[in-house]
């Protein structure tokens, strides 16, 4: 059982590995965009602690656009 949660954990964080990355690097994040749910989202805005794009366009109409978003927050100053 062990060794399958461990597997588990590579694979989590090959899936979040570009997110958890992302703002290290303004040119790699927009070249690269994000996949999300077998899509390619293209990175257009890089303002730490947010960055965030859209897929689609105006071709498809509002109804085919979507947007993503991933933002970094420091745990010790949230608000509840």
């Known amino acids: 059982m062990r060794k399958y949660k461990i ?12 997110y958890l990355t992302c703002m290290n690097e303004r040119d790699t994040t927009i070249g690269k965009g994000f996949r999300f749910l077998g899509n390619h989202f293209d990175v257009h805005r890089f303002h730490p ?3 965030y794009g859209r897929r689609g366009g105006p071709e498809g109409g509002p109804e085919e656009c ?3 978003c991933c933002s970094r927050v420091n745990i010790t100053k949230l608000i509840c």
């Open 7 to 18: 597997l588990l954990t590579y694979i989590k964080l090959f899936f979040y590995r570009e």
């Open 66 to 68: 979507e947007g993503i």
């Open 49 to 51: 602690p947010l960055v």
